[in-house]
């Protein structure tokens, strides 16, 4: 069993930056594919960006044009979400997952584990 714990969300205008943070525990991340989603009101949770388990190869939405980094310490057993030029549209929960596995995954039902989200809300 792997928990994840989400941090570091919060107020932000638009434009500014967030670093969310993902504490794991129970098990290391060495062996699991790490994402990020998103959850905003009304709408089903999407992909938002992904990592494999050294860091070498990481994946993101195309919506995000290169303003999101997904970035991971496995000696911490932390990943992290650097996200700049925030949009509006970005507001959501945002969520931790891990995956079983050694390659890059965007959909949902292929991550075992998630966090409870930590919110992000970008003020225009």
């Known amino acids: 069993q792997v928990q994840l714990v989400e941090s570091g969300g919060g107020l932000v205008q638009a434009g500014g930056s967030l670093r969310l943070s993902c504490a794991a525990s129970?098990?290391?991340?060495?062996?699991?594919?790490m994402g990020w989603f998103r959850q905003a009101p009304g709408k089903e949770r999407e992909f938002v960006a992904t990592?494999?388990?050294?860091?070498?190869?990481?994946g993101n939405a195309d919506f995000l044009k290169g303003r999101f980094t997904i970035i991971r310490d496995n000696a911490k057993n932390t990943v992290y979400l650097q996200m700049n030029r925030l949009k509006p549209e970005d507001t959501a929960v945002y969520f931790c997952?891990?995956?079983?596995?050694?390659?890059?995954?965007?959909?949902?039902?292929?991550?075992?584990?998630w966090g409870q989200g930590t919110q992000v809300t970008v003020s225009s």
């Open positions: 997952a891990a995956a079983y596995g050694s390659t890059l995954y965007t959909a949902l039902d292929r991550y075992s584990y």
């Open positions: 129970g098990r290391t991340i060495t062996t699991y594919v």
């Open positions: 990592i494999n388990w050294s860091g070498s190869n990481t």
